[in-house]
């Protein structure tokens, strides 16, 4: 079953975020990922939640996905989103 990797992020320092943007999608297809959403206007239409800027990368699996998120190679890119931006992620199987 396919496995997603969605986040919510808030960039908090634009220029460091843009380097992790062109660093991360190599790492992506590394592992058999794909973006489905990266950015883009998101639009409520229900509930309270506000999202802010939307990603959603899709995978074989959930465990592909996490393969991914924890490996070698995207960890300094990770701790780069993480000082360029808050949000959440999570990780979700699907169809």
């Known amino acids: 079953m396919a496995g997603y990797m969605i986040g919510n992020i808030t960039i908090t320092d634009p220029e460091a975020f843009a380097e992790y943007g062109r660093q991360v999608p190599g790492t992506v297809a590394a592992f058999g990922g794909s973006y489905l959403v990266r950015g883009g206007a ?54």
């Open 42 to 95: 998101p639009e409520a239409v229900e509930g309270d939640y506000d999202p802010v800027r939307i990603v959603v990368l899709q995978f074989e699996s959930v465990e592909k996905a996490k393969e991914w998120y924890y490996s070698p190679e995207y960890a300094p890119l990770r701790e780069m989103r993480m000082k360029a931006s808050t949000g959440d992620v999570y990780f979700v199987e699907g169809v």
